[in-house]
C-alpha cells in the first residue's frame, strides 16, 4: 500500500499548470486555486476538474453547475495565492483581478493565458476529492506566451517571450 505522504511527495514532482477556477449562478461567485485540471476530450471538447470535498466553496459549484478555467500566465502567482489561501473572503479574491464573463456567467480572467468556460455535466467522488466532468462552450485566448506551473511544491515559469 502506498503511503499518502509517499503519494504527494511523488505527485510534487509532475509538473502541472497552475488555474484559477470560478463559478457564478444562484449560489454565489466563488474561486479556487487548482493544479488538477485536464482534457478528457475533443469531441466534445471537455475538461476534468479535481476539487478537495472540504473546500469551502464546494457546494456552490456543485449548486451553479457551471465553472470557468482560467489558466495563470507567468506573472500571476500572487493571483493563485490569494485563490487558495483561507485569509481572503470570495469578494476579497475577485478584488484582485479583471473579470469578466462568456456562456455561462462564470469570472473570467481578462489576462488569462487561456480561459474554459463549461458546464457541469458529470460529478464523480473519489477518496477526499470530487472529479468534476466539465464539457467546454467558450474559450477566451490571450496572446501572451509564458505560463505559470507548479512543480516541486514552487512556481516556475515557462514559455518564451518574443525578443524586443
Avoid at 113 to 125: A, M, P, R
Amino acid at each position: 500500500m502506498v503511503e499518502a505522504t509517499d503519494f504527494r511527495n511523488a505527485m510534487s514532482l509532475l509538473t502541472s499548470a497552475v488555474n484559477v477556477v470560478t463559478t457564478m449562478g444562484d449560489s454565489g461567485r466563488h474561486g479556487f486555486t487548482a493544479s488538477a485540471v485536464c482534457s478528457v476530450t475533443d469531441t466534445p471538447p471537455t475538461l476534468l476538474v479535481c476539487m478537495n470535498k472540504s473546500s469551502r466553496s464546494y457546494i456552490n459549484f456543485v449548486e451553479n453547475k457551471v465553472l470557468c478555467v482560467n489558466v495563470l500566465s507567468a506573472d500571476r502567482a500572487h493571483l493563485s495565492n490569494v485563490f487558495a489561501s483561507s485569509k481572503f473572503s470570495s469578494e476579497q479574491r475577485f478584488e484582485q483581478g479583471e473579470w469578466t464573463e462568456l456562456e455561462t456567467g462564470s469570472p473570467v480572467l481578462q489576462d488569462a493565458l487561456v480561459s474554459f468556460d463549461c458546464e457541469i455535466g458529470q460529478i464523480q467522488e473519489v477518496g477526499t476529492h470530487t472529479i468534476l466532468i466539465c464539457p467546454i462552450v467558450a474559450i477566451q485566448q490571450n496572446q501572451e506566451d509564458r505560463a505559470l506551473v507548479y512543480f516541486n511544491r514552487a512556481y516556475h515559469q515557462v514559455g518564451e517571450t518574443e525578443p524586443a
